[in-house]
């Protein structure tokens, strides 16, 4: 696995190949200004990976002593463009990160959690918790009423979403992850 295998992209900026070999298997790549970066495109310019192998990419930050796991490229998909999953995790501050790519066995890579997933599982858990916070503020009204071949409703004032809303916002302000910590 060579330097000259790979580019890197990232909108705004000059196309790189700027990467340095650590080992054999192993590439790395400084990335200046890293909370500029929303999303960065990996491409295999040479498909030269051997047939049951694939390119994992991560992210390592300062002192890059640990690396996350981001995604991989094959040659299946030798281009992905991925988000930038160190953005609102690191300091404004923060000089500089590292993409490390690494060849590796594909039924190994297939096999661990992409940042898209893990950030498409938060983001279903956070709807989740806000939907019950909702419920919760909504049931706080409790006239139920029996409406005729309707069964038990629930009757609220049409401002309601509007008041939740407000105190959603001024709970969020407070305390921007409230609905994430249990309270029953």
């Not at 080992?23 to 890293?34: E, G």
Request: some cysteine; hydrophobic content about 40%; overall charge neutral.
């Amino acid at each position: 696995m060579s330097q000259e295998m790979f580019a890197c992209a990232i909108p705004g900026r000059p196309l790189t190949k700027a990467f340095t070999q650590v080992d054999a298997t192993k590439l790395v790549l400084p990335v200046h200004q890293p909370c500029k970066v929303s999303h960065f495109t990996i491409c295999l310019l040479q498909p030269n990976l051997p047939q049951d192998h694939a390119v994992g990419v991560y992210y390592s930050l300062p002192p890059f002593q640990h690396w996350q796991y981001v995604g991989y490229i094959s040659l299946e998909n030798p281009t992905y463009t991925f988000r930038a999953p160190w953005r609102g995790v690191i300091e404004e501050k923060t000089e500089c990160i590292q993409i490390g790519l690494s060849m590796e066995r594909t039924d190994y890579l297939s096999t661990l959690p992409t940042q898209l997933a893990i950030e498409e599982l938060t983001s279903l858990q956070s709807a989740k918790a806000i939907a019950a916070d909702l419920h919760k503020y909504m049931a706080s009204y409790s006239q139920s009423h029996l409406i005729p071949n309707m069964g038990d409703q629930l009757v609220i004032p049409a401002n309601s979403i509007d008041n939740w809303f407000i105190k959603f916002q001024s709970k969020h302000q407070k305390d921007p992850y409230f609905w994430l910590r249990k309270t029953d």
